[in-house]
């Protein structure tokens, strides 16, 4: 099974990966996703927004690929309702489901949208 996570920040991993310090939030993702990766027929991906990206960039880690995509801003209301960068990062990953944590941010509405129009759960 294909699981797509959105999430708001990078995991270390990642952050090694883009030669960043990682960042202080979200402890509680790294041991979830470490367990969920290393479950037989799981394939993870993480996307995050990443400022400084201008579409997005795939990171390869041990068990887990990354996906570093560009900021949408809550005032950007056309790439709320359809992000093209978005729909390509499920276009590479093709989950079978996403999850979205953190649903105050408008990256995490604009995937709604895309899964919504997509029939992804």
Request: hydrophobic residues 40%; positive net charge; glycine residues 4%.
């Amino acid at each position: 099974m294909k699981i797509l996570w959105l999430v708001n920040v990078p995991l270390p991993e990642a952050s090694s990966l883009l030669k960043e310090a990682p960042s202080p939030y979200g402890g509680w993702l790294i041991n979830a996703s470490r367990d969920l990766a290393k479950q037989e027929g799981i394939e993870l991906s993480i996307a995050f927004p990443k400022h400084g990206v201008k579409n997005f960039i795939r990171l390869k880690g041990n068990k887990i690929n990354y996906y570093a995509f560009k900021p949408i801003k809550d005032k950007d209301k056309k790439l709320i309702e359809f992000n093209a960068i978005l729909n390509d990062i499920i276009n590479q990953v093709k989950p079978d489901i996403v999850h979205i944590y953190g649903t105050e941010f408008a990256h995490s509405h604009s995937m709604v949208n895309i899964c919504n129009q997509r029939n992804i759960e």
